[in-house]
């Protein structure tokens, strides 16, 4: 069975602190897909970022990083030099490979960045 | 921003009531999907449809029934609604083309509480 654990429940920074949030997943499949996915206090669902399971490359967007490490069924998010605007809940999803496209969410990480 | 729109955005019924929640979309996406959240369970998938008509269960898929009767709508039915169905809805849209999974394309919400 397919699983996606997000142990941190909540994280609270300061500004400009780096912070790193933790994904693990499960997962039969040899072809997946994981994706990250952030919900401000206003509750929208906004698209971070997509990994194939055979693209192992770390991915940097500004001030995002992703890492990807099949070996240890992860696929951690770090923001670097936070802001308040960053304070949010994460969700990282877990996809299967072709099909019905389903996802499998893990219960998201609250971030709260303090002024 | 993907073109999906959920309606109503809140609602407030009683037990035993029949209720129905609609999402639409401008995208002309194949694979629409009807999640609920809430606290401690992230998102959880309720049913999902891959083309018009054609449609199946999630995981927490009792109690509730959908339609697709056109590319751009997916209906959502509570048939009885309970007090444990309270909860927010979201609609999410996503393509496929060569068998890889997509980024899905969340909707607004729709807040519903039973009483």
């Known amino acids: 069975a397919q699983k996606v654990t997000q142990a941190q429940t909540e994280i609270s920074v300061v500004e400009k602190e780096d912070v790193t949030l933790d994904c693990v997943y499960e997962?039969?499949?040899?072809?997946?897909?994981l994706f990250w996915y952030k919900q401000p206090p206003s509750g929208e669902l906004v698209f971070l970022i997509r990994?194939?399971?055979?693209?192992?490359q770390n991915e940097i967007s500004g001030r995002y990083s992703w890492n990807f490490q099949k070996s240890t069924s992860s696929f951690n998010f770090t923001i670097t030099a936070s802001q308040v605007v960053d304070s949010a809940v994460y969700f990282c999803?877990?996809?299967?490979?072709?099909?019905?496209?389903?996802?499998?969410f893990g219960t998201g990480t609250r971030l709260k960045v303090l002024a | 921003d993907a073109g999906i729109t959920q309606s109503p955005r809140h609602k407030v019924t009683e037990t035993g009531t029949p209720v129905t929640l609609r999402c639409h979309q401008t995208?002309?996406?194949?694979?629409m999907y009807w999640y609920r959240q809430d606290p401690g369970h992230g998102l959880r998938l309720i049913h999902y449809?891959?083309?018009?008509?054609?449609?199946d269960k999630g995981e927490v898929s009792d109690g509730y029934s959908v339609s697709r009767s056109k590319t751009e709508d997916f209906l959502l039915t509570l048939e009885s609604a309970t007090s444990s169905q309270t909860s927010v809805y979201f609609c999410?849209?996503?393509?496929?083309?060569?068998?890889?999974?997509?980024?899905?394309?969340f909707g607004p919400g729709t807040r519903l509480t039973v009483t």
């Open positions: 995208e002309n996406h194949r694979y």
């Open positions: 990994r194939n399971s055979f693209d192992e």
């Open positions: 449809s891959y083309g018009v008509k054609d449609t």
């Open positions: 999803a877990l996809s299967e490979s072709a099909g019905t496209y389903k996802y499998i």
């Open positions: 997962t039969r499949d040899t072809t997946y897909y």
């Open positions: 999410a849209i996503s393509e496929s083309r060569l068998a890889l999974s997509y980024e899905q394309y």
